[in-house]
């Protein structure tokens, strides 16, 4: 199993506070994505980075940052949760292949459940 | 936009029936196509995956080919067991880029 550890597993938390989500990946991988997972949509993408302190956004990244300091960790911070933040939150790796795509397999940490009350 | 469209779920066989779940895409150029499951309490885990046109993933006696001119990339098995009860999500990758788009997700139970 690839080596990537969220914290924490569970929160809940109240409306208006700050959260933040870590992943922790032991593969040196260069990209890291965080994706939510709700009911009737799917994952849908927040953030990724494609190395230390280059990230972009994705399609659901509003009321989401990120940051990335070292390879092996991708933070994901919400500065003030609201209740439509509730989600299962995922973490996953790939790799770089020397032509500078990722190797177009995704590994997945085991998610974060948030709930905002 | 680039996205992905799956059936609807969820689905329920008996245990040795055949699965057919049905995926379409929009997509500029040529992606590359994946089908990822989630096993209960589990992230996604890469299941088959196919990169060009006619290319046929298969892995654990699932296949799907990769149909340009219908833009799909249904996932079949012949004889599904209760192991495969998951939920199963298709995906593309742009090959020009590295972000994944996925699709809502089927959840498959099989019944004894």
């Known amino acids: 199993d690839a080596g990537i550890t969220q914290s924490p597993r569970h929160k809940v938390t109240e409306t208006g506070t700050p959260v933040t989500l870590r992943c922790h990946q032991t593969?040196?991988?260069?990209?890291m994505y965080w994706y939510r997972q709700d009911p009737g949509h799917g994952l849908r993408l927040i953030h990724y980075?494609?190395?230390?302190?280059?990230?972009d956004k994705g399609e659901v990244s509003d009321g989401y940052s990120v940051s990335r300091s070292k390879t092996e960790d991708f933070l994901l911070t919400l500065e003030s949760a609201t209740s439509s933040q509730t989600s299962v939150y995922f973490c996953?790796?790939?790799?770089?292949?020397?032509?500078?795509?990722?190797?177009?397999?995704?590994?997945f940490g085991e998610g974060s459940r948030l709930t905002v009350l | 936009g680039d996205s992905v469209t799956q059936m609807e779920g969820p689905v329920t066989l008996s245990e040795e029936a055949f699965l057919t779940i049905n995926c379409t895409y929009t997509?500029?150029?040529?992606?590359?196509l994946f089908w990822y499951v989630q096993y209960p309490g589990e992230g996604l885990q890469l299941l088959l995956k196919a990169t060009k046109a006619d290319d046929k993933g298969s892995n654990k006696g699932f296949e799907a080919t990769y149909r340009k001119e219908t833009t799909s990339f249904h996932l079949e098995k012949g004889s599904v067991q209760v192991s495969d009860s998951a939920v199963y999500f298709c995906a593309l990758r742009r090959n020009t880029g590295n972000q994944f788009y996925f699709g809502t997700g089927t959840s498959l139970t099989v019944i004894p």
């Open positions: 997509a500029t150029g040529y992606p590359s």
């Open positions: 996953a790796i790939s790799e770089r292949l020397a032509g500078g795509q990722n190797t177009g397999e995704l590994f």
């Open positions: 980075s494609y190395g230390v302190k280059d990230t």
């Open positions: 593969e040196n991988h260069r990209y």
